[in-house]
């Protein structure tokens, strides 16, 4: 348990940031999974609509801190390919 002052405002930002890197977890997730199903129906139009949402929220999710900066490139960059490998 915290005993100081100081350590006791630490747990409260701590709990605080968690919340808030969860949802921008959760958020990434979900606009990927988004890009997955449009590949996954053959619809392009929708699949290039859910990545042009899902890879700035990627990128702004690494930024932030809460992901790897590479791993969201890595992420971008292989949905990218997904989608544009859909066109043949």
Known sequence: MANTKSA???TRQTVRRTQVNKARVSSARTAVR???EAIASGDKSAADAAFKSAAP???RTSQKGVMHKK???R???RLNA???AMAN
């Open 82 to 84: 997904r989608v544009k």
């Open 8 to 10: 006791k405002k630490a």
């Open 71 to 73: 791993t969201a490139s």
């Open 75 to 77: 992420k971008v960059s």
């Open 57 to 59: 929220l990627l990128v």
């Open 34 to 36: 988004k890009v997955e």
